[in-house]
């Protein structure tokens, strides 16, 4: 192993210790957030019946990344890219999924650490209705994923689209 690349590894290896100890706690206050959230939503009845989600029901992805970026990080978000204009090109066209890409490093963006319990780069799932947040899932399973284009796709694809469904 080349001492050069130490640094670099120990980093990788400090985020991916750290996601896997906190994956209970993040995926505990997801799923608490969004509870509430289902608990106090409305939706409306077509003509048939059948329940719809409400119009202004949005899914924004974002993908946090810091001013320094390794080719994981760099890959990550390519990958979400491809992803998003492939699979998703008529949901972002029609407004049900936003892609946006934050650097929280810059001025103003530090909140959103805090705000999605970030520690790392990261993949993250924001459901708003009304304009409002009621929800967000951090994708920390993006990190198993590391040099799998194809996992890593199936993956981010799989939880969008269940969470689009109110999964």
């Not at 192993?1 to 120990?10: E, L």
């Not at 993908?63 to 890219?81: L, M, P, Q, W």
């Not at 103003?108 to 999605?116: A, L, S, V, W």
Request: hydrophobic share 40%; glycine share 8%; aromatic share 12%.
């Amino acid at each position: 192993m080349s001492y050069s690349r130490f640094p670099v590894i120990a980093v990788c290896t400090a985020a991916l210790m750290l996601a896997f100890s906190s994956t209970g706690f993040i995926t505990g206050a997801s799923a608490a957030k969004s509870s509430a959230a289902d608990a106090s939503s409305t939706s409306t009845r077509k003509a048939d019946g059948k329940a719809t989600a409400a119009a202004d029901r949005k899914v924004i992805v974002y993908y946090f990344h810091g001013d320094a970026r390794c080719t994981n990080c760099i890959n990550f978000e390519k990958y979400s890219v491809e992803l998003m204009k492939t699979t998703f090109a008529d949901a972002i066209k029609n407004g049900s999924i936003e892609w946006r890409v934050v650097n929280t490093d810059q001025r103003g963006n530090e909140h959103f650490m805090q705000d999605y319990q970030l520690f790392t780069k990261s993949l993250v799932l924001v459901e708003t209705k009304a304009g409002k947040q009621v929800g967000f899932k951090n994708l920390t399973g993006i990190w198993q994923t590391v040099g799998d284009k194809g996992k890593f796709q199936d993956y981010v694809r799989g939880e969008i689209q269940a969470y689009q469904a109110g999964r």
